[in-house]
C-alpha cells in the first residue's frame, strides 16, 4: 500500500477533515483516498487535501444514490399505507424499512407477510406499486440526481486543481533542469577560456 | 384618517422599533432564522489553520498571494461541505402526530374545546391544511434531499473558486 510521508499529511492533518456517517468506516475511507493517491506520481501535501475532497465527492455520489432507491421505498410506502385502513400500520417508517428488506431479499417471514398482505390491500402488484411509487417521488428523485451531479461537477473542478498543482511542480522540475544545464554550460565555457 | 397626535405617537413609536443598536445586539439578530449559516461572512484570515495553510503553501512554492487565495477556498469549501453534512444528518423532524392524526376523528375534541360551530370548522381546517403541508414534506429522506439541494448554489461557489486560486499564471 501506498504510505505518506509525515510532511505530506499536513495539509490534510490541518483542513478540517470530511466527516462520516455512523455506520460509515473510517479505515475505508482512508483505504480509499490512499489508492487514489497511489495513482499521483510524489503527491504533494495540497494533492494530499485536494484528494481528500475528491474522494468525500465519490462518497457523497453513493450516499445519494443510496438515498434514490430509499426515496422510492418512501414513496412506496405512503401509498400502500394510503390504502390500508388499519391504523397500527399507518407508519410510513416500518413500511419502508420492510419494503427495503422485501426488495432486497433478505426481509423476514413476518415483513414478507405483511407486505404481501397490504399490497393485497392496495389491490397492486410489486411492478404497479414501483411504478407510482417512481411517480410520486419523481420530483425528490430528480433533486438526488442533481446532488449527485453536482459531485460530479465538483469533482471535476478538483481534477483540474490536482492538474494544476502537478503542472505548477513539473514546470518548476522543468526550470530547475534548464537552470542546470546552463550553469554547466557556463561552468564548461568558463574551463574553456581559461 | 388618523388623527394628527395619534400620527405622531406612531412615528415616535416607530423610532423605538428599529432593531437592535448595539454591536453585540446585531451581531445576536444576525443569527435569527439562522439554517446552515452560509451567507454569514467568516474571517478565515485572522484563524490559526488559515496562517498555518498559508505557510505551508509558501513552503510549497507558492506565492504569498496565492498561498493566501488557495487557503482561503479551501477553508470556504471545507465550510460549506461542512454544512452540507449538517443538514443531511438533521433533517426537519417528521411531525408523527401531525402526519397520522384523523382530523375526523378529532372533530369532538374541538367540538369540546370551542363552541361554536364556525370555530369547529376554521380549527379543523386549520389541522387539514397543516396535514397537507406536513405529508407534502414527505419522510426522513425526502426532507434531506430538498435540504441538501438548497446548499448546491453554496457548492457550487466554494469549489469554483479553487482550480482559479491554483491556476499557474
Known sequence: ?194 | MPSPPKTLTSRRNAQRSTGPTSTEGKLASSRNSRKHGLTVQVDFESSDVYASLKSLLSEEGFSSFMAADIATSLLHYRRVMDAYYDTYTSPEPVNELMRDMSVTDSMPIFREMLSEPDDVRDMAAFFANMQRKEQRKGGPVSRRTVDCHKLIRYQRHAISRLPKAIRPA
Open chain 1, 1 to 194: 500500500m501506498f504510505i505518506l510521508k509525515d510532511s505530506v499529511k499536513s495539509i490534510a492533518t490541518l483542513l478540517p477533515s470530511p466527516r462520516l456517517l455512523p455506520d460509515e468506516s473510517e479505515a475505508e475511507f482512508q483505504s480509499s483516498v490512499q489508492g487514489l493517491l497511489s495513482e499521483l506520481d510524489k503527491p504533494s501535501p495540497l494533492n494530499v487535501a485536494l484528494v481528500t475532497q475528491l474522494n468525500e465527492c465519490l462518497w457523497w455520489i453513493k450516499r445519494h444514490t443510496v438515498d434514490k432507491e430509499l426515496l422510492l421505498h418512501e414513496s412506496m410506502a405512503k401509498i400502500l399505507c394510503r390504502a390500508d385502513t388499519y391504523r397500527d400500520v399507518y407508519d410510513n417508517h416500518l413500511v419502508s424499512a420492510a419494503l427495503e428488506g422485501f426488495f432486497a431479499g433478505n426481509a423476514s417471514k413476518k415483513d414478507e407477510q405483511w407486505v404481501n398482505d397490504l399490497l393485497k390491500e392496495a389491490k397492486l402488484t410489486v411492478s404497479d406499486l414501483r411504478a407510482r411509487g417512481f411517480k410520486d417521488a419523481a420530483k425528490h428523485i430528480k433533486m438526488a440526481d442533481e446532488l449527485i451531479h453536482r459531485q460530479y461537477q465538483t469533482m471535476r473542478h478538483l481534477q483540474k486543481s490536482i492538474d494544476a498543482v502537478d503542472f505548477k511542480s513539473r514546470l518548476i522540475k522543468r526550470m530547475d533542469l534548464e537552470l542546470t544545464t546552463f550553469e554547466n554550460n557556463a561552468l564548461a565555457i568558463d574551463a574553456k577560456s581559461s
